[in-house]
């Protein structure tokens, strides 16, 4: 199935109140009409593009890549018409007519419409009306009209190609869009899904809302977030105490270990690795290396940070859960999370230590060892 997109750029926008036609004025380094054009360019369904220009804007056309330039006329409808007329020798199966305006028009509304197509001879873009609606005169309000069942129109307006032309060359003129042209030769339109930021450039603020949109819409798409999880088992032999999360509890037996066993800071040490694709504790501090006898947990931890800030993350939380019988940790929890957080260089309140028992199962169940789970969100900066 062939879709062609139609995009009417002939108008002369005087209320947008800038020298140049609104369509051919920049956006965040781009011309309203590029980014209009580059919308359906990027959409893989999408395979012809006409641009249907004023004769007085041959000039300020020529850098749009891969469209058809077609003059239009001195209407809307007519210009629209002359887009419809260009695409005839090869007629394409369904047609998306678009307001040059609308640069910020997503995928999703597009996909919106050509869907609809599937079971209707027209579809387009609208939101309901969510506002008060007044009458007024000379600044006064005259009186109220109810919102229910109204809705804002927006573009790409799809059609059947057929249809649409046809509808188009028995219209008498004066349409406020495709849908009142299509409506009037008897075809239905089915509304779908709008997005309030497929915003039409109308009056001079409308630029720096569209520009505070694209660079938006950019930071998201720049941003990385990584999430990674570790999981660690000690089990216990002789000893008076157990360090987890950096906190000596007494307890009758201690964990068994090549550095101090602290089995909470090793899944949190291999969870930051884990986000960084860099492996685990083992690959940096091999425990066959003498060196790392007896060692604090904290060395391991503050190497995973340090790695994650020299490729440019920040640690934004963690979340560490023991698994074990004894020792109780609940009472220890806060001591826990303010010793991570320190060694982290966080907020006590992005750091999370909590336990759960297995119910008596396993080797934990048993009081053989203690289990550690955790997960660490890195966030490029």
Same mark, same amino acid.
């Given at each position: 199935?062939?879709?062609?997109?139609?995009?009417?750029?002939?108008?002369?926008?005087?209320?947008?109140?800038?020298?140049?036609?609104?369509?051919?004025? !920049?956006?965040?380094?781009?011309?309203?009409?590029?980014?209009?054009?580059?919308?359906?360019?990027?959409?893989?369904?999408?395979?012809?593009?006409?641009?249907?220009?004023?004769?007085?804007?041959?000039?300020?056309?020529? #850098?749009? /890549?891969?469209?058809?330039?077609?003059?239009?006329?001195?209407?809307? /409808?007519?210009?629209?018409?002359?887009?419809?007329?260009?695409?005839?020798?090869?007629?394409? #199966?369904?047609?998306?007519?678009?307001?040059?305006?609308?640069?910020?028009?997503?995928?999703?509304?597009?996909?919106?419409?050509?869907? +609809?197509?599937?079971?209707?001879?027209?579809?387009?873009?609208?939101?309901?009306?969510?506002?008060?609606?007044?009458?007024?005169?000379? $600044?006064?309000?005259?009186?109220?009209?109810?919102?229910?069942?109204?809705?804002?129109?927006?573009?790409?307006?799809?059609?059947?190609?057929?249809?649409?032309?046809?509808?188009?060359?028995?219209?008498?003129?004066?349409?406020?869009?495709?849908?009142?042209?299509?409506?009037?030769?008897?075809?239905?339109?089915a509304i779908t899904m709008?997005?309030?930021?497929?915003?039409?450039?109308?009056?001079?603020?409308?630029?720096?809302?569209?520009?505070?949109?694209? !660079?938006?819409?950019?930071?998201?798409?720049?941003?990385?977030?990584?999430?990674?999880?570790?999981?660690?088992?000690? +089990?216990?032999?002789?000893?008076?105490?157990?360090?987890?999360?950096?906190?000596?509890?007494?307890?009758?037996?201690?964990?068994?270990?090549?550095? #101090?066993?602290?089995?909470?800071?090793?899944?949190?040490?291999?969870?930051?690795?884990?986000?960084?694709?860099?492996?685990?504790?083992?690959?940096?501090?091999?425990?066959? #290396?003498?060196?790392?006898? $007896?060692?604090?947990?904290?060395?391991?931890?503050?190497?995973?940070? /340090?790695?994650?800030?020299?490729?440019?993350?920040?640690?934004?939380?963690?979340?560490?859960?023991?698994?074990?019988?004894?020792?109780?940790?609940?009472?220890?929890?806060?001591?826990? !999370?303010?010793?991570? +957080?320190?060694?982290?260089?966080?907020?006590?309140?992005?750091?999370?230590?909590?336990?759960?028992?297995?119910?008596?199962?396993?080797?934990?169940? !048993?009081s053989e060892g203690i289990?550690?789970?955790?997960?660490?969100?890195?966030?490029?900066?």
């Amino acid at each position: 199935m062939e879709i062609a997109a139609i995009i009417v750029a002939a108008g002369r926008g005087t209320r947008a109140g800038t020298c140049l036609p609104k369509q051919w004025c !920049r956006i965040a380094g781009a011309t309203v009409a590029q980014r209009s054009v580059a919308a359906f360019q990027a959409h893989p369904r999408i395979t012809r593009y006409v641009l249907v220009i004023h004769p007085d804007d041959d000039a300020l056309a020529r #850098d749009i /890549d891969g469209v058809q330039l077609v003059h239009g006329g001195s209407t809307r /409808d007519a210009s629209v018409r002359a887009g419809l007329e260009a695409l005839v020798d090869h007629a394409p #199966d369904l047609v998306l007519i678009h307001d040059v305006a609308r640069p910020l028009v997503s995928a999703d509304v597009i996909d919106g419409v050509i869907g +609809a197509l599937s079971s209707a001879p027209g579809a387009a873009p609208a939101l309901s009306v969510t506002d008060a609606l007044w009458h007024g005169t000379d $600044g006064v309000v005259t009186g109220t009209r109810s919102r229910d069942g109204l809705f804002r129109a927006q573009t790409p307006q799809g059609f059947h190609f057929g249809p649409i032309l046809a509808a188009h060359r028995a219209h008498p003129g004066g349409a406020a869009d495709d849908v009142d042209v299509a409506r009037r030769a008897g075809l239905d339109v089915a509304i779908t899904m709008g997005d309030e930021n497929n915003l039409k450039i109308t009056m001079p603020g409308d630029f720096a809302r569209a520009e505070r949109l694209i !660079r938006d819409t950019a930071k998201e798409q720049e941003m990385d977030i990584r999430i990674g999880n570790g999981f660690d088992v000690h +089990a216990f032999e002789d000893g008076d105490h157990v360090i987890l999360c950096g906190v000596r509890i007494p307890h009758g037996r201690k964990l068994k270990g090549h550095s #101090d066993a602290d089995v909470g800071m090793h899944a949190l040490t291999d969870a930051i690795y884990g986000a960084l694709a860099e492996g685990d504790i083992g690959q940096h501090f091999p425990p066959s #290396d003498p060196q790392w006898k $007896g060692a604090k947990s904290h060395i391991f931890l503050r190497h995973a940070v /340090d790695l994650a800030k020299s490729r440019g993350y920040r640690l934004s939380n963690a979340d560490v859960t023991l698994i074990c019988e004894q020792p109780k940790i609940g009472p220890h929890a806060s001591a826990m !999370r303010a010793a991570l +957080a320190e060694i982290m260089g966080l907020d006590v309140d992005r750091v999370s230590v909590k336990a759960t028992t297995s119910e008596r199962l396993g080797f934990t169940g !048993r009081s053989e060892g203690i289990a550690s789970l955790a997960s660490a969100t890195l966030v490029k900066v």
